[in-house]
């Protein structure tokens, strides 16, 4: 939790100065946030004719964001003095005056899947596919899929690697 109190008071720096403070004013603020994360996942490796390996991967991750918030302002804080910069001692008139808040509530939501193989360890082979969801987007474009392949040479990476 964040609480925050700012205090601006009454500033005369001379006739027509741009940087002049007619009015003091006291803004306040609290708000809550939290993120909580799960993620979890399973890996399995297995040799086949001692020259083919394979991993598999399953995996999940959950995200979910909470915000809540209130803000206000107002002016006119009596004496000009931090000691009196509380909102309810503030103008209840004046149309300056002002109170809001805010609330979010966001999550995320991944599964995956990885597939790897090499054989003899020259030639590798890795394939990724997810889908992942987000309240922030529409309720039609919520969730999506997302894919990945890989194909390397091991021995060929070496040789150039030698020079």
């Known amino acids: 939790m964040k609480k925050e109190r700012t205090f601006t008071p009454i500033q005369n720096y001379g006739i027509s100065k741009v940087y002049n403070i007619p009015q003091s004013s006291v803004y306040q603020f609290k708000a809550t946030s939290t993120r909580v994360v799960f993620e979890t996942f399973a890996n399995y490796s297995k040799t086949f004719a001692e020259d083919h ?86 309720k039609e474009f919520r969730f999506d899929q997302f894919w990945a392949c890989d194909y390397r040479l091991e021995n060929f990476r070496r040789k150039l690697l030698k020079g």
Not at 97 to 124: E, H, M, P, V, W
């Open 53 to 138: 390996n394979t991993t598999f991967t399953l995996g999940t991750s959950v995200q979910n964001d909470l915000f809540d918030g209130i803000y206000a302002s107002g002016i006119n804080v009596p004496n000009n003095s931090y000691d009196f910069a509380q909102l309810n001692l503030t103008d209840p008139q004046n149309e300056q005056r002002s109170l809001n808040s805010g609330f979010a509530d966001k999550r995320l939501t991944s599964f995956f899947g990885r597939i790897q193989y090499d054989y003899q360890g020259k030639y590798l082979f890795s394939g990724l596919i997810r889908r992942d969801g987000s309240s922030a987007f529409i």
